[in-house]
Each structure stands twice: as C-alpha cells, then as structure tokens.
C-alpha cells in the first residue's frame, strides 16, 4: 500500500473555501479504483493548515491518480490557493488499511 501525507498551507483569505474548493478532487479520488482511503483534517497548531492521509492500493493506484483529469485539474487552481509549497511523506507500506491499535482499547 502507498500512503501519503501531505501538508496544504492555504492562504489566509482563501482558509474558510479550502475543503469546498477540494471537495470534487476528494469525491473523484475516493471513487477511483485503487484508492484506499482519502481523508482531510485541519491543523490544530498551524492556522490554516490542512492535512491529507491517503492511502493507494499499489504504485500503479498512484500513478493512476496522479495521470487523473481530477488531479491536474486540482493542481491547476492549488497554486493560486496554497500560501507555501506542501510539504509531503510518500512511502510503500506493507498492509492493505487500516489496522487496529493494539495499545489501546475502550474501557467496557
């Protein structure tokens, strides 16, 4: 499994439209074959920070998104919104989701 994490500094005047803005990139990501799991959070300690985890079945899942109309057309408009180029982490993991943490569980 390929799991990314990438952080979007997004203009101050454009913070609030941010997941709007994404939200057919998302959609179309999550709707793609390969696609594991596309999940956005905001930053609790750097205002106006959002961050993606995402996860693709295999490198060619990947590379299938990144050849996607949905992901040059995102990569199109980002520009004129993010306020710093994102930083990102890429890495080949062995699983195929999610696992459960075994450290931690509900008290009953």
Do not use: C
């Amino acid at each position: 499994m390929i799991f990314i994490a990438v952080k979007f500094t997004v203009r101050p005047d454009r913070s609030e439209e941010w997941l709007a803005l994404v939200d057919d990139f998302t959609q179309a990501t999550r709707q793609e074959p390969g696609n594991v799991f596309f999940e956005w959070s905001t930053s609790v300690e750097t205002p106006n920070q959002f961050i993606l985890l995402e996860a693709f079945a295999s490198s060619a899942a990947g590379a299938a998104h990144v050849g996607s109309e949905h992901f040059k057309t995102a990569m199109a408009w980002m520009p004129d919104v993010i306020a710093t180029t994102p930083e990102i982490i890429n890495v080949e993991v062995p699983g195929d989701g999610w696992s459960k943490m075994a450290e931690l569980t509900p008290s009953s």
